[in-house]
Structure formats: structure tokens, C-alpha cells
């Protein structure tokens, strides 16, 4: 067939010397590990703990101080580390002036006594109060010191019933009971009856599949980009074959006009789908990304995409006059596409107008798709909207591509 004789020109004349391996495999794979990287796509599950350092001084060691310290080593926020009994306030301040550690939390000598005497939680805490991690800390501190407050209340409160009921004031006796009720009002707090909590589905009730992987936004992202930043070379085929006469030629030879269409574009299909199977496939094997955990939807949702950018190449080489043109025309997309439909950043995290127009975008399909499959264990029926919309965008370039080539 004709078309795949243009077809298998074309693939010759982009892959004859290895400057189309920069922008189809090497640059997306390196701006995936620059973008992963600004996101903690390094510092995933099981790596080092990423609480923030709180140095603890303690200057008495007893029961209740015993139970604080727990309370705070048990933090989803601060990372409890014991000071030096011979440091001073002084040494402290300057730790964390040095960012050593997010604060510094100091445990009074008496402390004990002025919680049960007065129901009084008295911390020193050292913290930059303009930093986002000591703004973190303090609320933190204020939370966990308003549940010891809650305690030391009910420890007060049982203690003065039980010296009520049993008529004693035996200290040893008040000592116990208010330690006893103290305590149990602490781990109270940490299993609350009631717990809140939060779970991603995809469309359809699709369970979140695990733990957030910062390489499930950012080599989507870049598979989009450079697949239509690689449609600068790609389109040049055209132009040049315009400009040479080869496109008169052919048709002289009596090769149909949509042989010629069908040729160039399942090139530049061919083209990002291999782009495609060799990033899928080093997400798999390095970045942990469970492509195949649902392979008909990776395939499908490639073949979209694939779709959508071959019918934009189509479009450029048709347009664009000089080679010049075609870059200009490739880029413009490339950057408007990519920064609209969250290919940069997450678009949670952009404002709701912005979430409003991406929707109007192919990349942001792309990208909605994916993520669904990676992060939230989508399949093949949970993801047919993207596929659809992308499809659709694929008709919006190529019917135009399709009418210019023909007038012209």
C-alpha cells in the first residue's frame, strides 16, 4: 500500500541521524527527573522520615513527662529528638536559628508538680513564627498541649472524686489515681472512637491503588510536551517535500491524495507511539509506576493521545510554509497546551478558573487519564472520557489538515 511507503519514507528521513532521540526520549526523561524531583518524587513511602526535627529538653524524668514525651514522638508532624541534658536555652536558639531543627521544646524542672497542682501546661518553645515550619510546629504544640490540658483536667477530676468517695488524701494513693485518669485521657486522644478518613476513587468508585507518586504527575506531563515538540521535525517532512516538488511528483505518479494524508500521518503516530512505549516502559521498570496494572486502559489512553498529536502534526506541516514556521507552530501549542492542562504542575493547586479552562485542552486529558490509572488503579471503563476527548481533539485538527491540503 502506498500510504505505508510514505509512511516508512518519512520514519527514514526522521530517524536516518539521532537528533529526534533528544526531544522524543532523552528530554522527557530528563525534565521527568528534574519535575519528580521538585515534587519529593525521591522521598517516597519508606524512605526517610520526613517529620519536621523538634529537639526536646527535658529537666525531669518521671511518669506524666514520660507520657508527653510519647504524645509527641507519636506526631504525624514533629519528629521528636532528645537534646543533651547540658543544653542550655541559649545552644538551642542557635540550633534552630542554624535550621537544625524546626524548633526546640523545653520541659521546665516542676513541670509535673504545676500540671497537677494548677491543670497548667507550661512548654518553652523556641520557633521561627514566620517560617512555614515553625508555623507548622506551634500548631502542633498547641494542639497536643491542649489535649494534655484535657487530661490534666480529668486527672484533677478523678483524683478529687476518688479522695470524695474513699475519704483519704493519701498522696501516694491521689498520685496514683491522677496518673491513671491522665493517662487514659492521653491515649484517648490518640484512637479517638470517631477518625476521619480521606480516600481517592476514580470515576465508577475505582479505589486509589497507593501511595502518591510525584512520577505519576510529571511523566505524563512530559510525554504530552515533547510529543508535540517532536512534531517540528515530523512536519518538516512535509514542507520540504512541498518546497522540492516530491508532492508533485507523487501525484503525478497517480498516488491518491488521502495515501499521502494516511502516509504522514500514521508516521508521526508511529513516531509518538514509540515515544510512548519507551517512556511507559521506564516508568514501569524505574520509577514505580504500575502502567500494567491496567494495560488495556495504558493502551488505549496511548493510542488517544497518539492520535491527537499526529492529527496536530498534520495540521502544522500543512500550515507552516518554511521549516522556521513549523517550530513556531509546534512550540506555541507545546507551551499553551502543557502549562493549561496541569502538565507542570498539578492543577489542584492552581486556581479554579484555570481548572475550568484546562478542561478545554487535550493535554489535560491526557493527563486526568493517566493519573487515574497510576494513582487511583482506573481502567479501561473508568477512563472513556479522556479517550473520547482526545479523539475528539484528534477530529479537530484533522478535519482542517484534511480541507487545506486539499484546496491547496
Known sequence: MKFIDIALKDFYQLFKDWKPAIFLVIAPILFTLMFGFMFGGFSGPGNADQRLPVAVLSEEDNALTETILTSFSTSKVIRVEMAD?????????????????????????????????????ALTAVLDEN?????????????????????????????????????TTNSAEMEAVYNNAFNTAMQAWQS????????QTAPNGSQQSGDENAF????????????IAGLMGAAEIIIQERKSGALDRMLGMAVRRRAVLAGHWLA????????????????QIFLRLDFLAAPLATLALSVASCAFVASLGL???????????????ALIPMFIFSGLGGAWVPLDILGESVQKIARFTPVYWIMTG????????????NIWPSILALLGFSAIFLIPAVLLFNKK
Do not use: C, H, W
Open 192 to 199: 479517638p472512637p470517631v477518625t476521619a478518613v480521606e480516600s
Open 85 to 121: 541534658n547540658d543544653a542550655s536555652l541559649e545552644s538551642l536558639r542557635q540550633a534552630v536559628a542554624d535550621e537544625d531543627y524546626a524548633a526546640a521544646l523545653i520541659i521546665p524542672a516542676g513541670f509535673s508538680q504545676q500540671v497537677r497542682e494548677k491543670s497548667e501546661v
Open 131 to 167: 517560617s512555614t515550619a515553625g508555623i507548622s510546629v506551634q500548631q502542633e504544640i498547641t494542639t497536643i498541649t491542649s489535649q494534655m490540658q484535657t487530661a490534666a483536667n480529668a486527672g484533677s477530676s478523678a483524683a478529687a472524686l476518688y479522695a470524695q468517695q474513699a475519704g
Open 216 to 227: 505519576a504527575q510529571s511523566l505524563p506531563g512530559m510525554m504530552a510536551q515533547f510529543a
Open 315 to 329: 495540521l502544522i506541516g500543512i500550515l507552516a510554509k518554511i521549516p522556521e514556521q513549523s517550530a513556531i507552530f
Open 370 to 381: 493517566f493519573r487515574d490509572i497510576l494513582l487511583r488503579g482506573a481502567g479501561l471503563t
Open 268 to 283: 508521526m503516530f508511529g513516531m509518538i507511539f514509540l515515544q510512548f512505549i519507551i517512556l511507559v516502559t521506564f516508568g
